[in-house]
């Protein structure tokens, strides 16, 4: 069984930064695109970027309102995705989930997601 | 204001068909697939159609996808009372190298 929790979520400062972590069981990590997904308080869903499998070059992309604030890594060797969100602004307040990218499907599976609060 | 646009209520009665629409452009729909996910509240997402008619294992048949040139729509027949959640649409879009989704539609069971 597939399973992604999400762990760091937290209260920040306009300004400040915090890492987000996502601990993955129950498939083959190594070859699984990756995503993080948000949703602000009362609203929908966002499309926050994706890293891909080391197989496939690795490489990542961002939405535009993260793009060169936010940096998405993984770590095939624990199972570990990771989202380092720096210059954080009151818009990033969301819950953020992890999700698989699947063959078919732009998202399969999702974590529970973790709350980011950015407020002074 | 989102990329993809869906009505952000709709209703019906136990039994009766309801669909959603997502209108989108050729960046987005008209070139890539669409995808469906349900949310109820206080939970995450779960994949309900890919692939624009593709349901995962699990999603009752009740459910279905299709498309129409830059539009795709999710339609649930025999309306049942667990299918009142929010549901989006998404899709990739050439143009801005991303995910785009719907801004959500809430279901209502009346």
Known sequence: EVQLVESGGALVKPGGSLRLSCAASGFTFQNVWLNWVRQAPGKGLEWVGLIKSKTDGGTTDYAAPVRGRFTISRDDSTNTLNLQMNSLKIEDTAVYYCTTDGNESYFDDWGQGTLVTVSS | ?110
Do not use: H, M
């Open chain 2, 1 to 110: 204001q989102s990329v993809l646009t869906q009505p952000p209520s709709a209703s019906g009665t136990p039994g009766q068909r309801v669909t959603i629409s997502c209108s989108g452009g050729r960046s987005n729909i008209g070139d890539n697939s669409v995808d469906w996910y349900q949310q109820f509240p206080g939970t995450a997402p779960r994949l309900l159609i890919y692939g624009f008619y593709q349901r995962p294992s699990g999603v009752p048949d009740r459910f279905s996808g299709s498309k129409s040139g830059t539009s795709a729509s999710l339609a649930i027949s025999g309306l049942q009372s667990e299918d009142e959640a929010d549901y989006y649409c998404a899709a990739w879009d050439d143009s801005l190298s991303g995910v785009v989704f719907g801004g959500g539609t809430k279901l209502t069971v009346l």
